[in-house]
């Protein structure tokens, strides 16, 4: 059996040899890139330092924010390990920019479920208690914007103010939006009204592609730095990027409106997030690499996967796995096959934030990292695992052979 899967894998890394080198030229272009920004902004080791207390001056933190803008071809960025998660970070952007009596329109469906109680959470201090609306419409066939739909939307609803695109698919059965598509949308947005800020939720996206949606028009963009451009080094922490006045208003979010970015110190320093950005293209192409093998096996074998065509505008694979045993079991494999907590065996759970149980794989050296091996999925029909991430493309191919071997494929 273990020389049959090995067969099985072997036939699918030379059919993807093609894509392999394509994404080696991404992630060559993006180096350069890192590079050229962090030269430019001429990093030392006194970047590195810690700060204490107010944190004024602190040109480790001011710098960096300046290397995500000049990388995100942005006119400015707020990146700061205060920043929890990337739910934090699109939460601080929505809560800068928006107003009572504002409405931001999603144009890629509801957003992710951890953003629910953000929305339309009661007496919770979530947009809808300070009289935020909200209202959604969902892509058509092939990631197309339905633009009558958004016609009759922003004719219907005049304090539309922002519209919001998630980048990644969420838990849902579709391709991630590409750069191309996402320009192609904030084009005809600011055609029908340039006053309109188009926000872009870039988790699982940043350096799969030579541009970011910044640089194709997005006025703002945000992430977290354990996911992509924290390259599995970031220990915690997230990033806005966008148009100056815009960061400004985040940076105020953050802090205080009368401090913005001039304060907020952090003791354990910044190496982790300077040496995660610059290892950022790398890793991000190990997990498209290997993510891509998952799609082509398991395809192979007969299952349905996203993308089937090695067309990679996250770092995700989605797989049909047909029941919930095998949703399961999935999960605990990539689990047993982690270099930290190896030992434990995941179950479904009612995790808060989700509408149904999820069941979560996730052994890596930073709780909770997305851009290291994990995979996920909710417990329904038709029972999809999410399989993300990937420090090295190596480890990504001992995991799909255990997975074919326990999931007796």
Not at 135 to 159: A, E, F, M, R
Request: net charge negative; proline share 4%; with cysteine.
């Amino acid at each position: 059996m273990n020389s049959d899967i090995i067969d099985i894998i072997n036939k699918s890394e030379k059919k993807l040899e093609k894509f392999f080198k394509y994404t080696e030229e991404i992630a060559l272009f993006n180096q350069e890139k890192v590079l050229n920004a962090m030269q430019h902004n001429k990093v030392a080791l006194r970047h590195f330092t810690q700060t204490t207390g107010y944190g004024y001056d602190d040109n480790g933190r001011d710098t960096l924010c300046k290397i995500f803008a000049e990388v995100f071809e942005a006119e400015d960025a707020v990146v700061s390990p205060m920043i929890a998660n990337g739910t934090h970070a699109l939460t601080l952007a929505l809560f800068a920019l928006l107003r009572p009596n504002d409405c931001f329109l999603s144009i890629t469906g509801k957003p992710y479920d951890t953003l629910n109680d953000v929305i339309n959470g009661e007496n919770i201090g979530s947009l809808k208690d300070f009289k935020i609306d909200f209202n959604y419409q969902s892509l058509g066939d092939d990631n197309k914007l339905d633009y009558n739909q958004l016609l009759k939307n922003l004719n219907k609803n005049k304090n539309i103010k922002m519209i919001y695109i998630q980048r990644s698919r969420g838990y849902e059965w579709r391709l991630p939006l590409s750069i191309n598509e996402i320009e192609d949308i904030v084009k005809e947005i600011k055609k029908i009204n340039p006053r309109l800020i188009v926000m872009v939720d870039n988790c699982y996206g940043e350096f799969v592609d030579k541009k970011e949606p910044t640089s194709v028009g997005a006025d703002i963009v945000a992430g977290s730095l354990i996911k992509n451009p924290g390259g599995g080094i970031a220990p915690t922490g997230g990033y806005i990027a966008g148009k100056k006045e815009l960061i400004n208003l985040v940076a105020g979010r953050l802090t205080a409106p009368s401090e913005g970015m001039e304060v907020g110190s952090y003791e354990n320093g910044y190496r982790n997030f300077y040496q995660g950005l610059f290892m950022a293209p790398h890793t991000v192409s190990q997990a498209i690499k290997g993510a891509a093998l998952f799609a082509e096996t398991f395809k192979s074998l007969g299952y349905e996967v996203l993308p089937e065509n090695n067309c990679f505008n996250d770092i995700i694979t989605s797989i049909k796995l047909e029941n919930e045993n095998n949703l399961i079991k999935f999960c605990q494999i990539i689990q047993n096959v982690s270099p930290v907590d190896s030992y434990v065996t995941p179950y479904p759970w009612d995790m808060p934030g989700y509408e149904n149980q999820v069941i979560m794989a996730a052994g890596c050296f930073v709780q909770g990292s997305s851009i290291e091996l994990s995979c996920d999925g909710p417990l329904k029909p038709p029972y999809i695992a999410y399989l993300q991430g990937g420090l090295t493309y190596e480890h990504l191919k001992i995991a799909l052979k255990r997975c074919l071997k326990g999931l007796d494929l």
